[in-house]
C-alpha cells in the first residue's frame, strides 16, 4: 500500500508563493508518475501538473502555465508543486496523486489527503 502526504500549503496574499511537497512511502513500485489535483470549493476536480517519472516530461493545465513548476526528487520519493505569482482563483484543496506508469497520464491510482491553499488579500 502506498502513502502520500502533502504539506507546504497555507494562506498567501495574491502575487505570493507557496511550495508544496507531496512524500510518498510505502509499498514504492520501480517507477511513477506525480501529479497534483486541485479542488476548488462547488467545482469539479482539476488536474494542475504531472511529471514522469525520469523528470523529463512536464505538463500543466494552461490558466498555472509559466507559474507554477512541478519538480521531483526520486531519491527522497519526494515530488514538488512551486506555486509563483498567486491568484486568489489558485484558491482550492490540492491532492498529491500517483500513477504507476513512467509517463503521465490523466488518471491516478493513489492519492494524498489534501491540502489547504487559500490566496486572499
Known amino acids: 500500500q502506498l502513502q502520500l502526504v502533502e504539506s507546504g500549503g497555507g494562506s498567501v496574499q495574491p502575487g505570493g508563493s507557496l511550495r508544496l511537497s507531496c512524500v510518498v512511502s510505502g509499498d514504492i513500485l520501480d517507477y511513477y508518475a506525480i501529479g497534483w489535483v486541485r479542488q476548488a470549493p462547488g467545482k469539479e476536480r482539476e488536474a494542475v501538473a504531472c511529471?514522469?517519472?525520469?523528470?523529463?516530461?512536464?505538463n500543466y493545465t494552461e490558466s498555472v502555465a509559466g507559474r507554477f513548476t512541478i519538480f521531483r526528487d526520486n531519491a527522497k520519493n519526494t515530488g514538488y508543486l512551486q506555486m509563483n505569482e498567486l491568484k486568489p482563483e489558485d484558491t482550492a484543496i490540492y491532492y498529491c496523486?500517483?500513477?504507476?506508469?513512467?509517463?503521465?497520464?490523466?488518471?491516478?491510482?493513489?492519492w494524498g489527503q489534501g491540502i489547504q491553499v487559500t490566496v486572499s488579500a
Open positions: 496523486a500517483v500513477s504507476f506508469t513512467y509517463a503521465c497520464r490523466p488518471t491516478f491510482d493513489s
Open positions: 511529471i514522469s517519472y525520469s523528470g523529463r516530461s512536464t
